[in-house]
């Protein structure tokens, strides 16, 4: 009876540590006692200028971050403020109006000088931006929890936060047990019972918009020649809280390809492929190189959307991704339709890939390795192939025996 919990506690742990969103705690302590606790998870969508235009960076917030003590402090208006990386900060001030506190703003700093976050940045500057409009609050001594992304826009860059649950003005050391739940958890929990039992019969299912068309990517290095090559087809399934439904909508948006753009970074070990559509679609692909093992895969994905119909706009990541996995030198290949999870609202279904995102020569995809579902597909022909050869063999020699048998039976006569 005993292990069942602790195997229970082994799973969570372990889908803690498959899922992409791995929290952090940060706590800000005056004496003894904890004014703001928060576990969270958060990534970074942030536009920079290079040399030759705009680029964005993705960035989460790593294990590592910590809470820098010099600066944070309790009191009227608690602060928090987290560094990580290369000198990166994210600030949040508190408020408190008696019955709820609130983050009155959000601060982020980034150092451009980091140019594994920010390459070919053209300015070495800490930028500052700062939001006065976050939307998290809660009554006092309650706990705020909101696992569904909450996006907020500073400057040119834009926070999402996910699996989150914080505290500020707590009346004890840790989180209150009373939970006051954001919005968007309350539309994604209510929502399959709802569509369960009155909805479903009444509202019509959105139309799939069918299989996308396939589209050809390529990036180009510094002297014009192409050093990735992508072809793929693209579909996004996003739920997100429609504007004209008032509601979560499941939705899937098959991308363009001749209303799309490519543009990127190739690098030794990181390639980013960055695709716009229309300027209102913006999804990245990151992938990573390790050089001991000369193995690569799609380690991040990132999408920022600002479609008509959004109640704010989308910007999900996930760079902790391992997805077409494949070996320096060859392309990867996958004709059967894929499912790529990038965080719990967003996933993308891709169609007759393939890619190569490292040691492109000759402006072509070298030696592809397939996927496990099109190494099944072709071994059923294989299989039955190899069923039916093994059945003519039981026939001929099940004829060879019979005929020897008859032979021998003619000559003992
Ligand atoms: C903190 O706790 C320790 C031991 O529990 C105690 O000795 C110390 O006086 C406390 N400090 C404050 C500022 O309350
Ligand atoms: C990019 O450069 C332009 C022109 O100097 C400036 O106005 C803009 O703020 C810069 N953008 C960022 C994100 O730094
Ligand atoms: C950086 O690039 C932007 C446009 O890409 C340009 O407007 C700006 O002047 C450049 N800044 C520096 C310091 O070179
Ligand atoms: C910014 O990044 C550079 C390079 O990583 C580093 O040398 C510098 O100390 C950082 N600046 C701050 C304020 O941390
Ligand atoms: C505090 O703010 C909340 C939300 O803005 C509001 O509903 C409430 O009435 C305010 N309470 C007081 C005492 O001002
Ligand atoms: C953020 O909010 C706090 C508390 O309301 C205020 O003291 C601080 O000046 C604000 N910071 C910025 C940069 O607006
Ligand atoms: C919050 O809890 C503390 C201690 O339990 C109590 O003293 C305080 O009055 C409570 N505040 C509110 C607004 O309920
Ligand atoms: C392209 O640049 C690479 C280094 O960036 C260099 O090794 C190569 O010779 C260049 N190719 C041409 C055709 O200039
Ligand atoms: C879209 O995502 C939802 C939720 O993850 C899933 O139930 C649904 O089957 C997906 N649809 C397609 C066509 O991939
Ligand atoms: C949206 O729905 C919520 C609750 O379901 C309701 O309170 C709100 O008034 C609705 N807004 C509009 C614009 O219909
Ligand atoms: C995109 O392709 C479709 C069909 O392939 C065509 O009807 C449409 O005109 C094209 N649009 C543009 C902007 O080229
Ligand atoms: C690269 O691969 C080697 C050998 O498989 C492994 O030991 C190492 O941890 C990998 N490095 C990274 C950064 O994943």
Request: with cysteine; glycine share 6%.
């Amino acid at each position: 009876m005993r292990v069942f919990p602790s195997l229970a506690a082994l799973f969570i742990a372990w889908f803690a540590v498959l899922g992409c969103t791995q929290a952090v705690t940060l706590e800000v302590k005056e004496g003894n006692s904890t004014c703001i606790k928060a576990e969270l998870s958060a990534s970074f969508s942030i536009t920079y200028n290079t040399s030759s235009g705009t680029r964005t960076a993705s960035v989460s917030l790593p294990d590592s971050t910590t809470v820098d003590a010099a600066s944070s402090s309790c009191g009227g208006s608690p602060w928090l403020v987290a560094v990580f990386g290369s000198g990166h900060t994210l600030g949040l001030s508190f408020s408190n109006n008696g019955s709820v506190y609130s983050v009155a703003n959000l601060t982020l700093q980034y150092n451009l000088s980091d140019t594994s976050v920010f390459p070919d940045a053209n300015s070495s500057d800490v930028v500052t931006v700062v939001s006065a409009s976050v939307g998290i609050w809660a009554p006092i001594n309650t706990t705020y929890r909101c696992l569904s992304p909450t996006a907020v826009t500073a400057g040119g860059a834009t926070v999402t936060f996910f699996d989150m649950r914080l505290e500020a003005y707590m009346p004890g050391n840790d989180l209150s047990p009373t939970e006051s739940v954001c919005v968007a958890d309350q539309a994604t929990t209510t929502a399959p019972t709802t569509t369960a039992s009155t909805a479903a019969p009444t509202t019509p299912q959105p139309t799939a918009p069918g299989t996308p068309e396939r589209g050809t990517y390529s990036l180009k290095d510094n002297n014009g020649t192409i050093c990735l090559l992508a072809q793929m087809g693209l579909q996004l399934n996003v739920s997100y809280v429609s504007q004209a439904q008032n509601k979560t909508v499941q939705e899937l948006l098959n991308l363009t390809p001749n209303l799309t753009n490519s543009s990127g970074s190739c690098g030794v070990s990181s390639a980013t492929l960055v695709l716009t559509q229309e300027q209102t679609t913006v999804l990245s692909f990151t992938f990573t190189l390790n050089s001991t093992s000369n193995k690569y895969h799609l380690s991040g994905i990132s999408l920022q959307a600002n479609w008509s119909d959004l109640t704010a706009p989308i910007s999900a990541s996930n760079n902790s991704l391992d997805y077409l996995r494949s070996t320096l030198g060859r392309s990867y290949m996958c004709n059967a339709e894929q499912t790529l999870v990038v965080i719990q609202t967003f996933s993308l279904n891709t169609f007759r890939l393939q890619v190569q995102p490292f040691g492109v020569t000759t402006n072509q995809f070298a030696t592809a390795e397939d996927c496990q579902m099109d190494q099944d597909q072709m071994l059923i022909p294989i299989i039955v192939g190899a069923a039916l050869a093994g059945l003519v063999l039981i026939v001929l020699i099940a004829y060879l025996i019979g005929r020897k048998r008859s032979h021998a039976g003619y000559q003992t006569i």
